[in-house]
Nanobody, 127 residues
Framework: QVRLVESGGGLVQAGGSLRLSCEATGRSFNEDDMAWFRQAPGKEREFVAATTWIGDRAYFGHYSNSVKGRFTMSRDRAKNMVFLEMTTLKPEDTAVYYC?????????????????WGQGTQVTVSS
């Protein structure tokens, strides 16, 4: 059974930092695009960050404008994991954060193109 399991969420004050982790089991996603999305109450799920491949090199430059410069995505191929380092957190970053994996083609920032999803981890930023 293929699973993506997120961890690392929690409550943090504005300006603080959190590191989210996503572990994939049941299948390797080392050659696939992976991403982080988030969904705040009453809002649609939105793209946060993604990693893809350009040739044989992992590319980590896909970020939404709202998190660019504050969030950093990385991956550990040996552990089949991806991470999201979040700094200078703001109350508007409060949301459930989801890890996702895309096997096929499709826009890197489009939720509909992703095939596997985790259950999400709550991030709450207090002002």
């Amino acid at each position: 059974q293929v699973r993506l399991v997120e961890s690392g969420g929690g409550l943090v004050q504005a300006g603080g930092s959190l590191r989210l982790s996503c572990e994939a089991t049941g299948r390797s996603f080392n050659e696939d695009d992976m991403a982080w999305f988030r969904q705040a109450p009453g809002k649609e799920r939105e793209f946060v960050a993604a990693t893809t491949w350009i040739g044989d090199r992992a590319y980590f430059g896909h970020y939404s404008n709202s998190v660019k410069g504050r969030f950093t995505m990385s991956r550990d191929r040996a552990k089949n994991m991806v991470f999201l380092e979040m700094t200078t957190l703001k109350p508007e970053d409060t949301a459930v954060y989801y890890c996702a994996a895309k096997i096929g083609s499709g826009a890197i920032d489009g939720a509909s193109g992703y095939d596997y999803w985790g259950q999400g981890t709550q991030v709450t930023v207090s002002s």
